[in-house]
C-alpha cells in the first residue's frame, strides 16, 4: 500500500528558480493538502483541494500555487523561490465520509513522508 | 475562526514516567473533530486518534490515554509509565465541521530519557 508519495524528498533551489512538488495518493480520497512545517510553528496549510479541478487557499497561500488536474495528484509550485520557503512540506489527503445523517464527516488526514526544501 | 493552543512546547519526563500533554481549542462551530499525531525524530506523522464534538468519552488505547472536556474546551493527552520510544513531536488538531480544514498547534517536543 503506497498511500501518500511526496517526490522529491529533498531539494536545494537558488533564489528565484521555480520547482513543483508532487503529492500522489492512491486511496482514492476526495481532499487533498499541502502544509508546510517550521520550527516552532506546527503545520500550516498553504492549500488544498476537496475535489478534482478545485482549489483553495489555506493559511499561508502567498508565493505558491496548486493544480489538482487529476485526483490522485495534487501539485504544488514555487514560481520564484524565496529564503523564507525553506522548509519541510508535507502533502496530506483524506476521504469523504458520510455519517448516518447524510453529513460529512472530517476523517484522519495520511500524510506523505515529507519533503525537505532549502532555498538558498 | 479555529486555533489550537499547546502552552507546553518541550517537556522532558524519566522512563516509566507518567506525562500529560496539554491542548485547549478554539471554535464557533457545535460539530467538530479533534486528533493527535505524533511525529518522531524520523519525521513521518503517525495518527494516534480522533474524536467527534459529541462524544465526550475518554479513551484508553494501551498506554495511552486522552481526556475530552468541552467544557473547558480541552483534549489532553496522557502517557502512562512512559518510554525512550515516546519521544517524538506530538500535535493536536481541530477541524471544524463541513470545512474539512485542519488546524494544527504549534506541537510539543516530548523526550523520556531513560
Known amino acids: 500500500n503506497a498511500g501518500v508519495t511526496q517526490t522529491p524528498k529533498f531539494r536545494v533551489l537558488k533564489t528565484g528558480q521555480s520547482m513543483t512538488l508532487l503529492c500522489a495518493q492512491d486511496?482514492?480520497?476526495?481532499?487533498m493538502y499541502w502544509y508546510r512545517q517550521d520550527p516552532g510553528m506546527g503545520l500550516r496549510l498553504i492549500h488544498y483541494?476537496?475535489?478534482?479541478?478545485?482549489?483553495a487557499k489555506g493559511e499561508v497561500p502567498d508565493g505558491y500555487n496548486v493544480s489538482r488536474l487529476k485526483k490522485q495528484n495534487f501539485l504544488l509550485g514555487l514560481e520564484s523561490a524565496a529564503p523564507s520557503q525553506t522548509s519541510v512540506y508535507f502533502c496530506?489527503?483524506?476521504?469523504?465520509?458520510?455519517?448516518?445523517?447524510?453529513?460529512?464527516?472530517?476523517?484522519?488526514?495520511?500524510f506523505g513522508s515529507g519533503t525537505q526544501l532549502s532555498v538558498l | 475562526a479555529q486555533k489550537v493552543t499547546q502552552a507546553q512546547t518541550e517537556i522532558s519526563v524519566v522512563e516509566k514516567e507518567d506525562v500529560t500533554l496539554d491542548c485547549v481549542y478554539e471554535?464557533?462551530?457545535?460539530?467538530?473533530?479533534l486528533f493527535w499525531y505524533k511525529q518522531p525524530p524520523s519525521g513521518e506523522l503517525v495518527f494516534l486518534i480522533r474524536?467527534?464534538?459529541?462524544?465526550?468519552q475518554n479513551e484508553i488505547s494501551g498506554r495511552y490515554s486522552w481526556n475530552f472536556q468541552k467544557s473547558t474546551s480541552s483534549f489532553n493527552f496522557t502517557i502512562t509509565a512512559s518510554q525512550v520510544v515516546d519521544s517524538a513531536v506530538y500535535f493536536c488538531?481541530?477541524?471544524?465541521?463541513?470545512?474539512?480544514?485542519?488546524?494544527f498547534g504549534p506541537g510539543t517536543r516530548l523526550s523520556v530519557l531513560p
Open positions: 471554535t464557533r462551530d457545535t460539530t467538530y473533530y
Open positions: 496530506a489527503s483524506s476521504p469523504q465520509l458520510w455519517s448516518g445523517t447524510g453529513r460529512s464527516t472530517n476523517e484522519k488526514l495520511f
Open positions: 474524536r467527534n464534538s459529541f462524544d465526550e
Open positions: 488538531a481541530l477541524s471544524e465541521g463541513y470545512g474539512q480544514n485542519f488546524v
Open positions: 483541494s476537496v475535489g478534482e479541478g478545485t482549489t
Open positions: 486511496m482514492n480520497h476526495e481532499y
